[in-house]
């Protein structure tokens, strides 16, 4: 439920930014006249006219004054016909008195219209006009000739930051730095090294309008033309005029000069620069709508832990009691059970997730401590309440982490008949899955459970072994009959669980097979099998492991003389002294000192000066409280 | 002419800043998405072993905890009942007292019965003088073991005797006042047992322990910091931590394994040379040289972060002792990319060459420089040149709100994996202090790091710097009350 209290969170709050984005962008359209405030103006719409209507029938009833109209769902009386909504207004407001449901109607070439069609007839009214006043200013504008106040510039572009160009100007109009080739008196010509400026790359020119020096509208500088004479003598005034070939020229020079500037030099004023910044005005908005969003949702998500806390508190306390009832009930038969169990499903919120978890755990954590009948009860009480269904959801589940879940139930709970489902996870491709769920197919299995290591093929780490050895331990299972084959495969870390499992089992029919491992080529299958040899007392690894103690790593040859300790005879004692006299680490030389000790060594028993190295080892050594 | 070549590097440096604040915005995006799938991964695991099979066996790898201590009499006690509590079957707690001049190895002594013992010890890794080992007469402390040498100066010098002292394969480093949790090593030493490569260090996250409740060395209560710098510090801790690292360690390019806590490999980071008592990021130092000795035997290796906070530490409640730490790590950090300066897009060293170096560069020694270069060129355009307030706002704005959604993402991370805080209160202050933070702590942390760039070029000597320590909410009365 919280999750879906978050989402909700997350989804309100991309809707509430994408509509304040919405609102801005229609804020900002300058364009937008209401129809209504258009008519009510008096304004004519061509085809459009409006009607006083005074009544409505379903049967024609005739009027001396009024026009009965036939509508399709009756008959109306209506009044008069105008083309100005005012009109129509001032005879309602006459008509009133008599008539006070009077009100004005819309009427589209004679037939009657609704306001939506009307709204849609003014819109296009309107663009129709200014696109006729648009064509008007264009048309006043080319065909004037000289005025004095009016002047052409062609506008390249427009920038955030101040620019400089080479035979360009530049000016500040509404915060943004333009960059302007020319000065014109003539439109034409103006229009003329527009083109020529589109022609060599500046795609975006246009012809941008000067009245009496300031910047000006269309609009403006059409009404200033159309309210002056025309002069028809021009006056010396100072322009930039030149051809279209000496603008390419221009631009090309330009262009060429731009290819023999350097990859860092294009680099560093790069096109495209303005669109990063809109790009970070989006990125703005989804950051604030994601911070938002988080913050809602970090304090809905920490109160719902907090309540979910106190309720499962609560629902804790009442599993708590109902299971200890059980388990003090006398005559508890199937029938009193069944009708127990029904009474508290309707206590708990049964149908959620986390109380069918909670359940489990309980009774997971209470079968624990009983054995026999007592435990048995409640795998029925967990089969009762339906639990199985839920376990079995979460092992068909698609992910493979919820499906360890389930796995998990089964393991603990003891439930064998569960057994088929899991097996087929014990070949899974995914490490985890599939060791978890050999763990509980070995703990599960009655019989012969280990026998999922013939052929065993994948890998078992350090970590899979501890829990497989304390399920081995826990189930008490015996020793498998193949356990001496499993020594001799190729799987590397099979030898090396089998290694344990021999010294756990005590299995010394598995003797031979665990010295001939101190050749292994692996120094970690040696490393077990030289401890095996010393929990197995396997005195005759003796001899092997003083041959090969020279070629050993350190882990190993430490692991030697621990073994030699259980196992050595006279032999060990007088390879070990030997050795003292080698260079050896630290901790060989302290191991080995231990070793002849534990032998009962003369040597160890020898005199040996303070301050020498093997005074100072016998004193570790002898030390009570060095371990 | 030289007013063009000017404008052009005006420029120059403008595009370099805005790609470079473009790949760090990216990089980081990309660090969180991939520390998003690493803790999606551990969380999935956790029904894959439990913690009581370790607990139980005797077939796991044993552990040394090595705690340097110097001049810590007034809770060494406490800390190293703390570090004896830990759950683990196979563990010593080797406390090494660095010369210390107050009462720290007098108290040690007699709080747990110690008595100078004869151990044979060999200096593996060079460290001034040990002085003597001490070992319990009492069989309950018999996990402990204390190292009293000559001061070295350096945490370092006094690890490195630690290390050398230790009996287990394993070692986990901290800090004395650290408190960690008990399954710190069961859960740290977890990656080096079920993984098929070489596992040669382990991290997890750090805490503010600044007012939790703490009883005898051990955590009663975790609360957030009441004192403002320690709030900021938890933030960034847990933005560090749990974004940072657990995406470095997801793609194995972990190059900071923290002092505070850390799990080794004892024969890689003794072969590795141990920490170097000269460096003042030790940690980081450490992990560089044992990647390198990896690289230079061609074994395959992996360096893992655990998204769980296993330890405590009191964090510095003062701008002062704040900066120096800053300093100190900031010229820990400048120290160790020129001491192994030949990583650098070395083929030999793989990634660390060619992503975690470069990396350690371009967005971690170059951020404080920038920033301040950034901050200067601001103040002379205000006064000089016409500022672009219309894009600088827009650009800070795009900035602040990208940090915000990290930072954010990261609190959520926190609180859907640990419900850490006590309550709501607590989570707000923590969103608040969000918003604060470019504006109050950011600042003095660039000043300090940029203090110890300055430090390391000045060539000035290091020293262990002395933590004032607050103290914890102490519940020792509600103990023996109850």
Same mark, same amino acid.
């Given at each position: 439920?919280?999750?879906?209290?978050?989402?909700?969170?997350?989804?309100?709050?991309?809707?509430?930014?994408?509509?304040?984005?919405?609102?801005?962008?229609?804020?900002?359209?300058?364009?937008?006249?209401?129809?209504?405030?258009?008519?009510?103006?008096?304004?004519?719409?061509?085809?459009?006219?409006?009607?006083?209507?005074?009544?409505?029938?379903?049967?024609?009833?005739?009027?001396?004054?009024?026009?009965?109209?036939?509508?399709?769902?009756?008959?109306?009386?209506?009044?008069?016909?105008?083309?100005?909504?005012?009109?129509?207004?001032?005879?309602?407001?006459?008509?009133?008195?008599?008539?006070?449901?009077?009100?004005?109607?819309?009427?589209?070439?004679?037939?009657?219209?609704?306001?939506?069609?009307?709204?849609?007839?003014?819109?296009?009214?309107?663009?129709?006009?200014?696109?006729?006043?648009?064509?008007?200013?264009?048309?006043?504008?080319?065909?004037?000739?000289?005025?004095?106040?009016?002047?052409?510039?062609?506008?390249?572009?427009?920038?955030?930051?101040?620019?400089?160009?080479?035979?360009?100007?530049?000016?500040?109009?509404?915060?943004?730095?333009?960059?302007?080739?020319?000065?014109?008196?003539?439109?034409?010509?103006?229009?003329?090294?527009?083109?020529?400026?589109?022609?060599?790359?500046?795609?975006?020119?246009?012809?941008?309008?000067?009245?009496?020096?300031?910047?000006?509208?269309?609009?403006?500088?059409?009404?200033?033309?159309?309210?002056?004479?025309?002069?028809?003598?021009?006056?010396?005034?100072?322009?930039?005029?030149?051809?279209?070939?000496?603008?390419?020229?221009?631009?090309?020079?330009?262009?060429?000069?731009?290819?023999?500037?350097?990859?860092?030099?294009?680099?560093?004023?790069?096109?495209?620069?303005?669109?990063?910044?809109?790009?970070?005005?989006?990125?703005?908005?989804?950051?604030?709508?994601?911070?938002?969003?988080?913050?809602?949702?970090?304090?809905?998500?920490?109160?719902?832990?907090?309540?979910?806390?106190?309720?499962?508190?609560?629902?804790?306390?009442?599993?708590?009691?109902?299971?200890?009832?059980?388990?003090?009930?006398?005559?508890?038969?199937?029938?009193?059970?069944?009708?127990?169990?029904?009474?508290?499903?309707?206590?708990?919120?049964?149908?959620?997730?986390?109380?069918?978890?909670?359940?489990?755990?309980?009774?997971?954590?209470?079968?624990?401590?009983?054995?026999?009948?007592?435990?048995?009860?409640?795998?029925?009480?967990?089969?009762?309440?339906?639990?199985?269904?839920?376990?079995?959801?979460?092992?068909?589940?698609?992910?493979?982490?919820?499906?360890?879940?389930?796995?998990?139930?089964?393991?603990?709970?003891?439930?064998?008949?569960?057994?088929?489902?899991?097996?087929?996870?014990?070949?899974?491709?995914?490490?985890?899955?599939?060791?978890?769920?050999?763990?509980?197919?070995?703990?599960?299995?009655?019989?012969?459970?280990?026998?999922?290591?013939?052929?065993?093929?994948?890998?078992?780490?350090?970590?899979?072994?501890?829990?497989?050895?304390?399920?081995?331990?826990?189930?008490?299972?015996?020793?498998?009959?193949n356990i001496i084959n499993w020594l001799n495969s190729k799987n590397e870390s099979l030898v090396s669980m089998t290694l344990k499992m021999v010294t756990y089992f005590n299995h010394l029919e598995a003797g031979d097979s665990v010295i001939s491992l101190l050749d292994h080529p692996s120094s970690k299958i040696k490393n077990e099998a030289i401890v095996a040899c010393g929990k197995l007392y396997l005195s005759q690894a003796e001899e092997r492991l003083l041959e090969i103690f020279n070629k050993e790593n350190e882990n190993n040859q430490i692991e030697i003389l621990k073994t030699l300790r259980t196992i050595g005879s006279i032999t060990s004692t007088f390879f070990l002294e030997q050795l003292l006299d080698e260079k050896n680490s630290r901790e060989v030389k302290i191991e080995t000192m231990i070793t002849l000790k534990e032998l009962g060594s003369e040597v160890y028993e020898r005199e040996f000066e303070d301050n020498s190295e093997l005074g100072l080892i016998k004193m570790h050594v002898e030390n009570p409280f060095i371990q | 002419m030289i007013q063009n070549l000017f404008s052009d590097f005006l420029r120059g440096y403008e595009v370099f800043i805005g790609f470079y604040a473009l790949s760090y915005i990216l990089f980081y995006f990309g660090l969180s998405v991939l520390s998003f799938i690493a803790i999606k991964i551990y969380s999935n695991r956790?029904?894959?072993?439990?913690?009581?099979?370790?607990?139980?066996?005797?077939?796991?790898?044993?552990?040394?905890?090595?705690?340097?201590?110097?001049?810590?009499?007034?809770?060494?006690?406490?800390?190293?009942?703390?570090?004896?509590?830990?759950?683990?079957?196979?563990?010593?707690?080797?406390?090494?007292?660095?010369?210390?001049?107050?009462?720290?190895?007098?108290?040690?002594?007699?709080?747990?019965?110690?008595?100078?013992?004869?151990?044979?010890?060999?200096?593996?890794?060079?460290?001034?003088?040990?002085?003597?080992?001490?070992?319990?007469?009492?069989?309950?402390? &018999?996990? $402990? !073991? /204390?190292?009293?040498?000559?001061?070295?100066?350096? *945490?370092?010098? @006094?690890?490195? #005797? +630690?290390?050398?002292?230790?009996?287990?394969?394993?070692?986990?480093?901290?800090?004395?006042?650290?408190?960690?949790?008990?399954?710190?090593?069961?859960?740290?030493?977890?990656?080096?047992?079920?993984?098929?490569?070489?596992?040669?260090?382990?991290?997890?996250?750090?805490?503010?322990?600044?007012?939790?409740?703490?009883?005898?060395?051990?955590?009663?209560?975790?609360?957030?910091?009441?004192?403002?710098?320690?709030?900021?510090?938890?933030?960034?801790?847990?933005?560090?931590?749990?974004?940072?690292?657990?995406?470095?360690?997801?793609?194995? &390019?972990? $190059? !900071? /394994?923290?002092?505070?806590?850390?799990?080794?490999? *004892?024969?890689? @980071?003794?072969? #590795? +040379?141990?920490?170097?008592?000269?460096?003042?990021?030790?940690?980081?130092?450490?992990?560089?040289?044992?990647?390198?000795?990896?690289?230079?035997?061609?074994?395959?290796?992996?360096?893992?972060?655990?998204?769980?906070?296993?330890?405590?530490?009191?964090?510095?409640?003062?701008?002062?002792?704040?900066?120096?730490?800053?300093?100190?790590?900031?010229?820990?950090?400048?120290?160790?990319?020129?001491?192994?300066?030949?990583?650098?897009?070395?083929?030999?060293?793989?990634?660390?060459?060619?992503?975690?170096?470069?990396?350690?560069?371009?967005?971690?020694? $170059?951020?404080?420089?920038?920033?301040?270069?950034?901050?200067?060129?601001?103040?002379?355009?205000?006064?000089?040149?016409?500022?672009?307030?219309?894009?600088?706002?827009?650009?800070?704005?795009?900035?602040?709100?990208?940090?915000?959604?990290?930072?954010?993402?990261?609190?959520?991370?926190?609180?859907?994996?640990?419900?850490?805080?006590?309550?709501?209160?607590?989570?707000?202050?923590?969103?608040?202090?969000?918003?604060?933070?470019?504006?109050?702590?950011?600042?003095?942390?660039?000043?300090?790091?940029?203090?110890?760039?300055?430090?390391?070029?000045?060539?000035?000597?290091?020293?262990?710097?002395?933590?004032?320590?607050?103290?914890?909410?102490?519940?020792?009365?509600?103990?023996?009350?109850?």
């Amino acid at each position: 439920m919280a999750y879906k209290v978050e989402i909700a969170a997350i989804a309100v709050c991309v809707l509430v930014c994408g509509n304040l984005q919405l609102s801005f962008s229609q804020g900002l359209d300058p364009h937008h006249i209401d129809s209504q405030v258009y008519i009510e103006s008096g304004n004519p719409v061509s085809g459009l006219s409006y009607k006083v209507q005074l009544a409505s029938y379903s049967d024609p009833v005739p009027h001396e004054h009024f026009e009965l109209e036939s509508q399709n769902d009756g008959f109306i009386w209506t009044f008069g016909e105008f083309e100005d909504f005012r009109e129509a207004l001032e005879v309602r407001d006459s008509l009133l008195a008599d008539h006070p449901d009077a009100w004005v109607s819309y009427y589209f070439d004679g037939e009657k219209a609704t306001y939506q069609k009307v709204d849609s007839l003014v819109q296009s009214h309107l663009i129709q006009s200014q696109k006729d006043e648009l064509k008007e200013s264009l048309y006043w504008l080319e065909s004037a000739g000289y005025l004095p106040d009016v002047r052409y510039k062609v506008q390249v572009g427009s920038h955030n930051k101040p620019i400089n160009k080479e035979g360009f100007s530049t000016e500040t109009f509404e915060g943004n730095h333009l960059l302007l080739y020319g000065e014109f008196v003539d439109y034409h010509e103006a229009l003329v090294a527009r083109d020529s400026l589109i022609n060599v790359g500046f795609k975006d020119s246009w012809v941008s309008f000067y009245l009496s020096g300031s910047r000006a509208s269309l609009a403006e500088v059409s009404q200033h033309i159309k309210s002056n004479f025309v002069q028809t003598e021009v006056p010396e005034v100072k322009v930039v005029e030149k051809t279209d070939r000496s603008i390419r020229q221009e631009m090309e020079t330009m262009l060429y000069a731009d290819a023999d500037k350097s990859f860092v030099k294009k680099l560093l004023y790069f096109e495209g620069e303005r669109k990063i910044y809109s790009i970070a005005l989006y990125f703005i908005i989804i950051f604030f709508g994601t911070t938002i969003s988080l913050i809602m949702v970090l304090i809905s998500h920490r109160r719902s832990v907090e309540m979910a806390k106190a309720r499962k508190k609560v629902y804790q306390r009442k599993i708590d009691d109902f299971l200890s009832s059980l388990l003090l009930e006398d005559d508890l038969n199937d029938e009193l059970l069944d009708k127990k169990l029904q009474k508290f499903k309707t206590k708990i919120p049964f149908e959620k997730d986390w109380c069918k978890e909670l359940l489990i755990k309980n009774i997971v954590d209470l079968k624990k401590n009983f054995k026999g009948e007592m435990a048995d009860m409640f795998i029925t009480i967990y089969l009762k309440l339906e639990l199985l269904s839920y376990t079995e959801k979460l092992i068909n589940d698609s992910s493979w982490y919820v499906k360890t879940k389930g796995i998990f139930h089964f393991q603990e709970l003891g439930y064998t008949k569960g057994l088929p489902i899991i097996k087929k996870y014990t070949k899974d491709p995914n490490d985890f899955l599939r060791n978890v769920a050999i763990i509980a197919y070995i703990s599960l299995e009655p019989t012969e459970p280990l026998s999922i290591f013939n052929d065993y093929k994948g890998q078992i780490d350090k970590i899979d072994e501890l829990k497989i050895l304390d399920t081995i331990k826990k189930s008490r299972i015996k020793v498998p009959k193949n356990i001496i084959n499993w020594l001799n495969s190729k799987n590397e870390s099979l030898v090396s669980m089998t290694l344990k499992m021999v010294t756990y089992f005590n299995h010394l029919e598995a003797g031979d097979s665990v010295i001939s491992l101190l050749d292994h080529p692996s120094s970690k299958i040696k490393n077990e099998a030289i401890v095996a040899c010393g929990k197995l007392y396997l005195s005759q690894a003796e001899e092997r492991l003083l041959e090969i103690f020279n070629k050993e790593n350190e882990n190993n040859q430490i692991e030697i003389l621990k073994t030699l300790r259980t196992i050595g005879s006279i032999t060990s004692t007088f390879f070990l002294e030997q050795l003292l006299d080698e260079k050896n680490s630290r901790e060989v030389k302290i191991e080995t000192m231990i070793t002849l000790k534990e032998l009962g060594s003369e040597v160890y028993e020898r005199e040996f000066e303070d301050n020498s190295e093997l005074g100072l080892i016998k004193m570790h050594v002898e030390n009570p409280f060095i371990q | 002419m030289i007013q063009n070549l000017f404008s052009d590097f005006l420029r120059g440096y403008e595009v370099f800043i805005g790609f470079y604040a473009l790949s760090y915005i990216l990089f980081y995006f990309g660090l969180s998405v991939l520390s998003f799938i690493a803790i999606k991964i551990y969380s999935n695991r956790k029904y894959n072993i439990k913690d009581d099979i370790l607990i139980k066996s005797n077939h796991v790898v044993g552990v040394s905890v090595v705690a340097p201590a110097f001049n810590e009499g007034a809770n060494i006690v406490f800390n190293v009942q703390s570090l004896l509590s830990l759950n683990y079957p196979k563990f010593e707690v080797v406390i090494i007292n660095d010369g210390s001049t107050d009462d720290t190895l007098e108290k040690l002594i007699e709080e747990f019965e110690l008595v100078k013992v004869d151990f044979f010890y060999e200096s593996k890794i060079h460290t001034q003088p040990v002085k003597g080992h001490y070992k319990s007469t009492n069989p309950v402390y &018999s996990k $402990l !073991l /204390v190292v009293d040498k000559v001061n070295g100066k350096s *945490k370092a010098d @006094a690890s490195n #005797a +630690g290390i050398n002292s230790a009996q287990y394969p394993l070692f986990l480093c901290t800090d004395v006042d650290c408190i960690l949790r008990k399954d710190t090593i069961v859960k740290l030493a977890k990656p080096f047992m079920e993984n098929k490569r070489r596992v040669i260090a382990t991290g997890a996250a750090i805490r503010a322990s600044n007012s939790c409740e703490v009883r005898e060395g051990f955590l009663d209560k975790i609360h957030y910091p009441k004192n403002w710098l320690a709030r900021f510090q938890e933030l960034e801790y847990i933005r560090a931590f749990l974004l940072g690292r657990m995406a470095w360690s997801k793609i194995n &390019s972990l $190059l !900071l /394994v923290s002092g505070g806590l850390g799990l080794f490999d *004892k024969d890689i @980071a003794i072969k #590795a +040379g141990g920490y170097w008592h000269k460096s003042l990021g030790e940690d980081m130092e450490l992990i560089t040289r044992m990647r390198k000795h990896m690289y230079s035997i061609k074994e395959d290796f992996i360096i893992q972060y655990i998204p769980e906070s296993l330890c405590f530490t009191e964090v510095p409640a003062t701008i002062k002792v704040l900066v120096r730490q800053r300093s100190r790590w900031g010229r820990g950090l400048i120290q160790t990319l020129y001491l192994h300066r030949d990583v650098f897009f070395n083929k030999k060293y793989g990634r660390t060459g060619f992503l975690i170096f470069p990396h350690f560069l371009l967005f971690e020694f $170059l951020v404080p420089i920038l920033e301040a270069i950034g901050f200067i060129t601001l103040l002379v355009s205000f006064i000089i040149f016409n500022t672009d307030y219309e894009h600088l706002l827009l650009l800070s704005i795009f900035v602040y709100f990208f940090y915000l959604t990290v930072t954010l993402f990261s609190i959520l991370w926190d609180e859907i994996l640990y419900n850490h805080y006590a309550n709501v209160r607590e989570v707000a202050i923590l969103i608040a202090m969000a918003f604060i933070e470019p504006f109050v702590y950011h600042p003095i942390n660039i000043f300090a790091t940029l203090k110890g760039y300055y430090h390391f070029f000045r060539a000035k000597e290091q020293k262990w710097g002395d933590m004032e320590r607050q103290g914890f909410v102490k519940v020792e009365k509600v103990a023996k009350a109850a």
